[in-house]
């Protein structure tokens, strides 16, 4: 039973965000990270590794620096990386979902781990779009997963509170921040990623025609500034911030 | 063009965004039906007024969550070329796995809604704005508390459907309540102590606060961190929950960018912090530079005397 795990490159979380001429300015981008929620899928497939899974392939979608995902999955236990290589600035759901599952049918893999959502278009269409498209199930807002036997058990943030749920069959888990640390890489690790291949594979050698997009990226702008704060020394300036929070903003 | 909108459900009745499912939808014309999963609100959805006709489908795969299922049992029921949900959790996997099996687009948790279609939404966790054209037919999913809701008064006609549906993911084991407690995404007011509160048990100060004011308690990922008695469902930013409150209260959180990723749109932010240079008073509002201990009894205070005004 194979695990893959699907990893997107984004700028990292501290990165400043510039617009310039109505698009966001990715020059101004000097340090692109995996995905924070994708971070945790990733370290349950290596845990789901260690408890008995065949092989754990790592998949990322993106420009040619986005392999870089990929090399420090290999760092920390992937043992196949599948680089789906695209220069697209914005692709549609369907599209970006089509890629993904056929790249996840290639890899013949029955359970996928990826983020609950991306830390830079912030959507989380992909996880349950891609299990319906390959037919799987689709459990979301995971902390943990185990195997056991045949049968995925996973802790999950559910409505009503965290819960221990188990799915049989092929299924998609997306994944939440719970209390499980990430690992780092060692330098064994680390040297070995560098030497591991990389299947580069092109859109069209999916199969996958990208027509005309059906969702399109009109413009990017700077969120409104707000006018400057307020600020106050010492406590005694309690009483007349209580007094704004009521008068001037009218909050409570 | 008809709109579908599938409900959203808290606390076994109708979550209150269904009412802004159908203002934002309203706007841009159409007949609207809304499918209510389990049946939960149905009766409550007839009575927004705009709504032509509410489909309940019922059965025991709604027993618990299980996406595919969930989807599976609409999807039949889903006769339109705009589908819309809330932008929580549910609503987004219900959007996007229905979008997938109907090879709809899907584009999440938009802000502004205008014919066309052309959409906006926050990335980068609010650091930029994108406006984005989607083709009909598409799937929407709303962020909570940006669109006028609805009026009540309606009186659409309600047809149960009852759906038998396998379901593969089951529920074993409750292992922590969400609680009794306001969730932070759901308040109207936040209150979040940082690791400048110094000790998990000093946010029962901030509780004390909370109670005057009807507030949720909220924490930054320090204190979620270091702190095993304050759990993660209280975390508010990148990689914890996304605030809109119309006021959120930030005490002993220094504001580093993750943290601001969830509460900068907050309609007015308080912060209250012992270090002048605290980045938390570059998007706050209203700044004391002050300690917590000196500041949250002198808050209870006033706000309980403004309270009872
Ligand atoms: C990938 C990634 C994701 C992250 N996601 C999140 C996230 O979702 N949410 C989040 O919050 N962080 C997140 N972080 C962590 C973030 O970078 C900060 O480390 C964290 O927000 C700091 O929390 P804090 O402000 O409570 O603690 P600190 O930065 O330690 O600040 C404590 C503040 O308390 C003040 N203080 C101390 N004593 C007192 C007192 N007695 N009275 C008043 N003020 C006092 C200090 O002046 C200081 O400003 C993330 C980081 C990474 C790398």
Redesign the interface.
């Given at each position: 039973m194979g695990v893959a795990v699907l990893l997107k490159q984004v700028?990292d979380?501290?990165a400043?965000?510039s617009?310039s001429g109505s698009r966001?300015d990715e020059s101004a981008i000097t340090k692109w990270s995996i995905s924070?929620?994708d971070e945790y899928a990733l370290e349950s497939a290596i845990a789901l590794k260690e408890s008995g899974a065949d092989e754990l392939v790592a998949i990322t979608c993106g420009p040619q620096r986005a392999s870089k995902c990929l090399t420090e999955a290999a760092a920390v236990g992937a043992d196949r990386l599948i680089h789906i290589v695209t220069d697209a600035d914005f692709m549609?759901?369907?599209t970006v979902?089509s890629i993904l599952s056929s790249a996840i049918e290639r890899s013949e893999c029955d359970i996928v781990l990826c983020g609950?959502?991306a830390?830079?278009?912030?959507?989380?269409?992909?996880?349950?779009?891609?299990?319906?498209?390959l037919g799987?199930?689709?459990?979301?807002?995971v902390?943990e997963v185990s195997m056991d036997g045949g049968k995925l058990?996973a802790?999950r943030?559910?409505?009503?509170?965290?819960?221990?749920?188990?799915?049989?069959?092929p299924?998609l888990l997306t994944f939440?921040?719970?209390?499980v640390e990430l690992r780092r890489p060692n330098v064994r690790g680390i040297m070995m990623a560098k030497k591991k291949p990389i299947e580069s594979i092109g859109v069209e050698d999916l199969g996958i025609e990208i027509g005309s997009?059906?969702?399109?990226?009109?413009?990017?702008?700077?969120?409104p500034d707000?006018p400057p704060?307020?600020?106050?020394?010492?406590?005694g300036?309690?009483?007349v911030?209580?007094?704004?929070?009521?008068d001037e903003?009218n909050?409570? | 063009m008809d709109v579908v909108i599938i409900s959203e459900a808290g606390n076994e009745s109708l979550h209150p965004v269904t009412a802004q499912l159908v203002g934002a939808s309203s706007s841009i014309g159409g007949k609207i039906s809304v499918i209510c999963p389990g049946g939960i609100g149905s009766s409550e959805a007839a009575m927004i007024a705009g709504v032509s006709k509410v489909i309940s489908v019922e059965g025991d795969c709604f027993a618990s969550y299980d996406c595919m299922a969930w989807c599976n049992a609409i999807l039949p029921f889903i006769d339109g070329d705009l589908v819309m949900t809330s932008s929580s959790a549910i609503g987004r996997e219900i959007s996007a796995a229905i979008a997938a099996k109907k090879d709809f687009p899907v584009v999440q948790d938009i802000t502004s809604l205008n014919d066309g279609i052309s959409v906006s939404r926050s990335i980068f966790s609010g650091k930029a704005i994108e406006e984005v054209g989607v083709s009909l037919p598409c799937a929407l999913s709303v962020r909570a508390n940006t669109f006028q809701p609805a009026e009540g008064g309606g009186n659409a006609e309600i047809t149960t459907i009852n759906v038998s549906q396998e379901v593969s993911v089951a529920v074993k084991e409750a292992l922590a309540k969400a609680g009794e407690r306001l969730d932070v995404a759901e308040a109207n007011i936040v209150i979040s102590g940082g690791r400048g509160m110094g000790d998990p048990s000093n946010f029962s100060h901030l509780y004390d606060v909370a109670e005057e004011i009807g507030a949720a308690v909220g924490a930054s990922r320090a204190a979620v961190d270091t702190w095993e008695e304050i759990p993660h469902s209280m975390q508010v930013g990148q990689t914890g929950k996304t605030v809109t409150p119309s006021l959120y209260i930030a005490v002993g959180i220094s504001g580093a960018i993750q943290h601001l990723a969830g509460m900068r749109s907050s309609k007015y932010i308080l912060a209250i912090n012992k270090d002048p240079e605290a980045p938390i008073f570059g998007v706050a509002d209203y700044g004391i530079v002050a300690t917590w201990e000196e500041s949250i009894p002198a808050l209870k205070e006033h706000l309980s005397a403004v309270m009872s005004d």
């Open positions: 700028p979380t501290t400043k965000i617009v966001v924070p929620y549609d759901s369907c979902q609950k959502q830390a830079d278009t912030n959507s989380g269409s992909t996880g349950p779009g891609v299990a319906s498209l799987y199930s689709c459990v979301g807002s902390t058990s802790t943030l559910g409505a009503t509170g965290l819960e221990r749920i188990e799915v049989s069959g299924c939440d921040k719970g209390e997009p059906r969702a399109s990226l009109q413009s990017h702008s700077s969120p707000k704060g307020q600020k106050f020394e010492g406590a300036s309690i009483e911030v209580v007094g704004k929070l009521r903003a909050v409570i | -």
